[in-house]
């Protein structure tokens, strides 16, 4: 077995415990929140009941809120199975269509890969650097202004609720609640909510507009809008103090987090360090004595050993960031 023959089986072989180190750090147990929704959701205990009572308006009020939910859980179940890339860009706010995205990402391959080529390195290691160049990156870019556009949302949302209940006091419709929302919030609520608005100049409901907005934001904070909507319509009940209690709830959630952030702040900074020591040393080391690491680059075994620790902090790195990144 001559020496690239066995470079190419060590790549292939850190390559495949690479993938399944990050898949063992990504895939998880079920999520709690499905769980309290599916007990929320479940069946409910047989109660005896006298016709025309008041226990009688509550089990039938108590049913009608457990279809409500069920179906909203059936729902949401469905349009998780089916996140095309279409939508993907959508909850990005970027407007362009998957045509567009795929030549930027072609494009983006083709770079890295004549980089790579430039720096005078073979063609394996160009095309495994084009792959992630034109599959890796533009996803890795879309994920991240995913996140800080749905970040922005939850910042103003509350506000958004806010603007509702002091409307309904007032004695103003919920469609004129909206349209102040769309009109005078900051994005990317405002953008969300005149989808709504619009949405009802066409014949679309209220419920429809929000499950429109669930799918462009799946976060928790519209589904429990969503929910005491959808309640509040089918079953009734006073609007201004149910968003009311939902908009406290949501700011003691925005709490939270900011506390968690606060209490993690100490871990983050442990993993920064750990993180940062190996390739600082290496750096140190090349400007003291700069031949000292050209083994490393120079041969087959350095280069394997580079691919080795490289893969290695990185799957750590997943680690260690998957152990301070808490959600609730």
Known sequence: MDQTTLMI??????????????????????????????????????????PGSESDNN??????????????????????????LALRIERAGLEIDTRTFYMLSAISGLVVVAAVMLYGYGLLIAFIAGFVGALGVPRWVLNFLTKRRQKAFTEEFANAIDVIVRGVKSGLPINDCLRIIATESPEPVRSEFRDIVEGQRLGITLEQGLERIYERMPLAEVNFFQ??????????????EALGNLSKVLRDRKKMRAKIKAMSQEAIASAGIIGSLPPGVMGMIVLISPGYMDPLFSTTIGNMILVAGVTWMMIGILVMRQMINFKF
């Open 9 to 50: 089986f060590g790549i292939a072989l850190l390559a495949a415990f690479g993938i399944g180190g990050i898949g063992f750090v990504f895939v998880g147990g079920t999520k709690t929140s499905d769980k309290r929704l599916a007990r929320v959701a479940g069946p409910a205990r047989s109660t005896k009941t006298i």
């Open 59 to 84: 089990e039938k009020r108590r049913k009608q809120v457990q279809e409500t939910l069920k179906g909203l859980e059936e729902k949401q179940k469905a349009a998780k199975e089916k996140v095309t």
């Open 227 to 240: 929910i005491v909507i959808s309640i509040q319509q089918k079953t009734g009940g006073n609007l201004a």
